[in-house]
């Protein structure tokens, strides 16, 4: 049976990331950010082509009130 994360030992828990010179994780490689970024693009064009709904329109039309 596995332990929870209660009872692990410090030493079990997972490593910290590995850390660059300056202290920082190391930059992402050029393929990881294309791979990345072409997923990105491709779930908020799925997002912009959905409808919006009544309710946001409702709230977006309040924005667009002056204030009192």
Do not use: C, F, W
């Not at 828990?13 to 393929?31: E, F």
């Not at 912009?48 to 009544?54: A, D």
């Not at 409702?58 to 204030?67: F, R």
């Amino acid at each position: 049976m596995s332990k929870t994360h209660a009872e692990r030992s410090p030493q079990s828990a997972d490593p910290a990331p590995a850390m660059g010179p300056s202290g920082a994780t190391p930059p992402l490689s050029p393929a990881v950010r294309r791979h990345l970024g072409r997923n990105l693009q491709g779930h908020y064009a799925e997002a912009l082509s959905e409808p919006v709904s009544e309710r946001l329109e409702a709230l977006i039309a309040q924005l667009d009130k002056p204030s009192r």
